[in-house]
């Protein structure tokens, strides 16, 4: 009589769990790698190929475009000031040596320092670029992880066929609780 029950269980709760719809193979052409290392060898060029691989019906999400400039913004401004600064830093460094061997100057633009003033400008200069290295590097990270991340959100459902409702319920005669009703439709 336990079996005939445990089996009669088996059989009714493996119906319950068996899937009614025909399954759909998904389209094997998008990778997360792929978007991940476009984006590590051209910058942003992950966020453009999410793009491509959005669903029709993700609404408010085909529009990834923004990214592009504000990423290359960044780099370039970054990179501007990482070579500007390195420059600077370059020329200083000559003008302490030159005063150093010469006891003149060789840039007119610093010829109101000593060479106490001169190292000091040096730091601040290398300090800038060692700034402005940090921040592109922070730039690259940043368009790369943001490629990764939003190529995990590509196939997400956003659908209006999903809803969750809160509703009160009376639990007894003298509690009150909250039901939560989660839709999947």
Known sequence: MRFVVVFFAFIISHLTFCQND???VKDTSYSIK?????????????????????APKAR??????????LFYGVLGFALN???QNQ???????EEYYFRLDNNTNLYSEYANYDLT???SLTKDYESKRDQAILLLGAAYLIQILDAGIEAHFVEFDVSEDLSLQFRPK??????LGFGINLKFN
């Open 81 to 83: 000031n990482l070579i």
């Open 87 to 93: 420059y600077t830093q370059k020329t200083l460094k």
């Open 60 to 69: 408010g999400r085909n529009n990834v475009y923004w990214k592009v400039p």
């Open 22 to 24: 025909i399954i759909t």
């Open 34 to 54: 792929k978007a991940v290392l476009f984006s590590t060898f051209i910058p942003a060029s992950g966020q453009i190929y999410n793009h491509l691989h959005f």
């Open 170 to 175: 009376l639990l007894n005669s003298s509690s």
């Open 117 to 119: 003033g001169i190292v």
